[in-house]
Every structure is written in C-alpha cells, then in structure tokens.
C-alpha cells in the first residue's frame, strides 16, 4: 500500500510540474523499462532541452499471467540545436503482477538511459532510440534498449 502512495503521489507531482512546462510529448515505446508502454515526458523548464521526466505505463498477459510496468524516470536533454539531442536519464520503475491463480506479486527495478531523441521544437512527430541497462536484486543486464514514437505538442 506504501508503495502505491508513492507511486501516485510521484505520477500526480509530475503531472502539476508538467502542466505549466513546455515541451510536453506522448510516445509509445518499445523495449526500455515499460516493455512495451504509453509514455508521458515533459521539461521542468520552459526550454526544449534540460532536466525533465517522464511516466508511463506497459506490460503484457500470457497464460493467465499478467504483468503491469510503470516506468518513473528523470531525464536531460543536451543538444546544440532545437530538434536533436543526446537523452541521459535514471529512473525506476515498480512492477505488478498476477500469477493467474489468484496470486498477486510485486517488485521494482532501477534503470539508465543514454540515446538519441529527435524532437521538433514547434511540436510534431518525435523519436528516440537508446539503451537502457536495467539493475535490481543481484541482477544487471548492461545491454537492453528500445526506440519509441510519439507526438511533442
């Protein structure tokens, strides 16, 4: 129940932040830490780079066993221009699951992100390609990615 405050409380502070800011985009993506999500990303500032950040939610169901990923991350923008930039960010994302007998599971993750994001500056389509190495309870896995697309408004 903790974790679900927490969890709400962080998706409703940003999305406040999110709301006076600019550069706001929705993308969907593949790979990355939600598996295959539906993301929110925005700029903390008024500039279209900078430190930002981003939620989203993904996950799948097979067999009875499904599986919810909400990625939370914070993220900065650098480019030399107003359209493409190198992404870095951190973030974590909390897990959710059914076993499909009845059984609930849960658990979270860290993760780090370093690619290319092109991003027009007076909004249209956008996209990103990066890796993103995933870390947890004795796990590491240095060479996970994905790309996503999406819509900066």
Request: no cysteine.
């Amino acid at each position: 129940m903790k974790k679900l405050f927490i969890l709400i409380t962080t998706v409703f502070a940003l999305t406040q932040i999110a709301s006076a800011q600019s550069a706001k985009s929705v993308y969907f993506e593949l790979g990355g830490p939600g598996l295959a999500s539906i993301n929110f990303d925005t700029r903390f500032s008024a500039k279209e780079g900078g430190l930002g950040g981003k939620v989203g939610v993904g996950g799948f169901t097979v067999d009875g066993v499904g599986i919810v990923f909400i990625p939370i991350a914070v993220n900065y923008l650098l480019g030399k221009d107003s359209r493409n930039y190198f992404e870095m960010g951190i973030g974590v994302t909390p897990v959710l699951g059914s076993d499909g007998d009845g059984g609930n599971f849960s658990g979270t993750f860290g993760h780090l992100n370093f690619g290319y994001r092109l991003q027009p500056e007076n909004g249209g389509f956008t996209f990103r390609a990066f890796i993103t190495p995933i870390f947890g309870n004795g796990f590491f896995v240095p060479y996970y990615g994905g790309v996503s697309f999406g819509y900066k408004f």
